[in-house]
């Protein structure tokens, strides 16, 4: 029982990483319905930027603050300067855009870091906590935490703001937003600086607990985009429960199978759900047309 358990628990972590991931997808495409599959490098830059500046004597708190500033900022640049420019492009040629940005991102990323992976120090200590015979690691519960967080963040910003309420009103119905006095545009521009402090944020709290590189946004991303569908596109409850539920499915795949086994275990499960509900577990909300 503490085995499974075990297994659970560290399926959780791994649930968490991709929820974050998830959550920044239907952030963008809710809004711009533009499935960004550079999400994944949001990741992979937020964990880097921090460690070369905490490199260059810059303290963790304000190296990770940097990092979170500068891959909103990018973010906000991808969609001002390339996204918003082929507004106009169908859904297949602006997934490819984004797969071209991606790679961009990631070539960039490999000439000035090299392709050594790089560990950032625990926020807290390497120390496990241990209950009911259960280890888990400290930055374990940091992730955790800042799942919760990010979660509460966006449905409070979503829910209870009228910031939220404007850029609900864009993902239902851009131009009717428009006829109101609400930029569009400009909710897409939030939508991707959210959706890069929220990948930054991962980035930054995962570093510890394993390590990172210029390539670790890939499957990352790849897992993040599986929830999302998995929970179903526009909703982003249904993703966190479904990223949770993917991560506790790997692990146990890994701990009872094989841990080489895990990876295509999840995505198994992942067809399987999508041949049965191809609008997954949980539908897509109501979002509208979207626009740019």
Do not use: H
Not at 5 to 31: E, H, R
């Amino acid at each position: 029982m503490t085995e499974l358990l075990q297994y659970v628990a560290n399926g959780l972590v791994s649930g968490g990483i991709y929820a974050i991931v998830a959550v920044g997808f239907i952030t963008i495409y809710s809004v711009s319905k533009v499935i960004n599959l550079a999400q994944g490098e949001f990741l992979m830059l937020g964990g880097m930027m921090t460690v070369a500046l905490i490199g260059m004597n810059i303290p963790y708190g304000a190296a990770a603050l940097l990092a979170v500033i500068a891959v909103t900022l990018i973010g906000v640049l991808m969609q001002k300067y390339v996204i918003a420019y082929v507004k106009k492009a169908n859904p297949i040629s602006l997934i490819i855009l984004t797969i071209g940005i991606s790679t961009l991102i990631r070539g960039v990323a490999s000439f000035i870091w090299g392709k050594d992976a790089f560990a950032l120090p625990p926020i807290t200590s390497n120390e496990p906590i241990s209950v009911a015979g259960v280890n888990i690691a400290q930055q374990s519960i940091w992730i955790l935490l800042a799942v919760l967080i990010i979660l509460l963040l966006l449905w409070f910003l979503m829910d209870k703001t009228i910031l939220g309420k404007k850029i609900n009103a864009c993902s239902i119905n851009p131009m009717a937003a428009r006829l109101m006095g609400i930029s569009p545009a400009k909710m897409s521009m939030l939508a991707f600086a959210i959706s890069g402090a929220t990948g930054a944020i991962a980035g930054i709290v995962i570093a510890p607990l394993s390590v990172t590189s210029y390539d670790i946004g890939v499957l990352l991303g790849i897992k993040g985009f599986s929830a999302a569908i998995l929970g179903g596109l526009g909703n982003p409850l249904g993703a966190a429960v479904a990223a949770f539920l993917l991560g506790i499915v790997e692990s146990l795949g890994a701990g009872y199978i094989s841990s080489g086994m895990k990876d295509a275990i999840a995505f198994l499960v992942l067809i399987a759900v999508l041949l049965i509900k191809p609008s997954g577990i949980f539908g897509e909300r109501s979002v509208g047309k979207g626009g740019l």
